[in-house]
């Protein structure tokens, strides 16, 4: 069949009207006290999710795993870690999600496995070893590593080997060595893996680093960069849509999934390859584009904060460029970021629960699939760090030794970004209540719990109805009942505006206003021209408005959505 270009647009499916709900398990809800989250906590958890709305759960790596990078770094893809339970634990999980109708995503960690999993333990032992192609090793040059590249996680991403006197890659630590996608094996146990786990009823893939996989030929050196290290420019290599589109086939396809690549140095152009409408490898990918905007000469590590006029910009480039040709994930938060909220709304007492609404306003009334990470929905904000050994995070805790040894960061500067920008202002415990640990654990967790617990709980919200979970649950809520807000168009308004990010969705005759002001002050405000004199109705608002003439004042991080239909 030839499908016109404005019905394949329009195409509708689950994954397009579903929002995802994040999970990092270690960190959501411990059932035995021994302060690390499990599978059973997660269960336990199931109707408060039911509650909130939510379709999917992507749960971050919950297989077996050394922990180098908190589950980052798998030994076996076809066990559970011990800390977070076992096989049946799963089941009995995947079960009671699917009788109250939420489908699971598996987190799916293949550019690396563990330097502990059984085909690299094998791969290690000599050169003409059946596993050794399965990874990426070289000889040394000029008595040195084989490039120039530096790992993510700090150092050179070459790790020399005695055994065999060669080096192995690791983009990321040296417990994580990539695999070697160009090998057909390699490409054929992980698709034989993910079949297993498809088979057992999963629902879809939030495939990790997956943009990463195809490594140039002769691993070229790349420019030269502040640490010392040149960049590994190993994003959209030669193969990826060629490994991509042989998943597809042999997997994806042969199963109604969601699927995500998370796609760090992703453009629009590759974006539209990764997740083509015409659905030949992914459903989405999550781009870096908004995430990166605050980045500087030192990777992440600064303090510096994200202008309006760019953020609208780059969100602006996807929603425009993608629609029709992919589909988009929307996201603030994960668990690589530190709490948007402290990012760039605002977490002082006054504001926090009114930015955290107009945050979420602002993101889930966009096309695409939209991501809620936990404890977002209340409106937890980054941890008040005071001393280094307070973080767990690898990626932190490396940063820190790299860039003050080198004496490229003062430690005091050092401290302040990581304590600002750290991915383990994500990862503290889940709050649930403003009992002991916030109810997250009857022990002592593994990550310090937020001082903030007794204000921002779960608990709580569910008992006010004026609190962030209840604003949630609304815009949630709203994407079921609107067909406007999955598939309408967008379009930017005052895109020069520094305090106000205002969109326009229209579709079939609909048209849908979102007005966000992001700044800490108030703002006049006028509708545009083609919406005056209409009515329009208020689908949201954090600021109980219940209507919108021509013209309003905007109160400080007031936001709405309003409807004209
Ligand atoms: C992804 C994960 C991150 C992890 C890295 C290496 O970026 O989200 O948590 O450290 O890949 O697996
Ligand atoms: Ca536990």
Known sequence: MNLAKEDKRMKKAWWKESVVYQIYPRSFCDSNGDGIGDLNGITGKLEYLKELGIDVIWLSPVYQSPNDDNGYDISDYRRIMAEFGTMEDYDRMLK????????????????????????????????????????????????????????????????????????????????QPDLNWDNKEVRKKVFDMMTWWCEKGIDGFRMDVISLISKRPG????????????????????????????????????????????????????????????????????QFEHMDLDGGENFKWNHEKIRLTELKAVMSKWQTELAGKAWNSLYWCNHDQPRMLSRIGNDTKEYRERSAKLLGTCLHMMQGTPYIYQGEELGMTNYPFQSLDEFRDIESINAYHELTE?????????????????RDNARTPM??????????????????????????????QMEREDSVFHYYQKLIRLRKEHEIIVYGDYKLLIPDSEELYVYMRSYEGQRLLVICNFAEKEMAYEVPEELMGEEGDVLISNYGRTELGHSAVLEPYECMAVLYA
């Open 96 to 175: 009671r999600a699917h009788e109250l109708g939420i489908k699971i995503m598996m987190d799916l960690v293949v550019n690396h496995t563990s330097d502990e999993h059984a085909w690299f333990v094998e791969s290690r032992k000599s050169k003409d070893n059946p596993y050794r192609d399965y990874y990426i090793w070289r000889d040394a040059k000029g008595g040195k590593e084989p490039n120039n590249w530096g790992a993510c996680f700090g150092g050179s991403a070459w790790k020399y080997d005695e055994k065999t006197d060669q080096y192995f890659l690791h983009l990321f630590s040296e417990k």
């Open 219 to 286: 691993l070229p050196d790349g420019p030269v960069g502040r640490s010392g290290y040149g960049d590994h420019g190993c994003a959209n290599g030669p193969h990826v849509h060629d490994y991509l589109k042989e998943m597809n086939r042999e997997v994806l396809s042969k199963y109604d999934l969601i699927t995500v690549g998370e796609c760090s140095g992703v453009t629009v152009e590759e974006a539209k390859k990764y997740a083509s409408a015409e659905g030949t490898e992914l459903n989405m990918v999550f």
């Open 406 to 422: 080198k004496k490229i960061v003062s430690p005091e500067d050092m401290f302040d970004y990581i304590s600002y920008k750290g």
């Open 431 to 460: 709050q649930w209540d403003d009992s002991r640990q916030a109810g997250f654990t009857s022990g002592t967790p593994w990550i310090a719990v937020n001082p903030d617990y007794k204000e921002i709980n779960a608990k709580e």
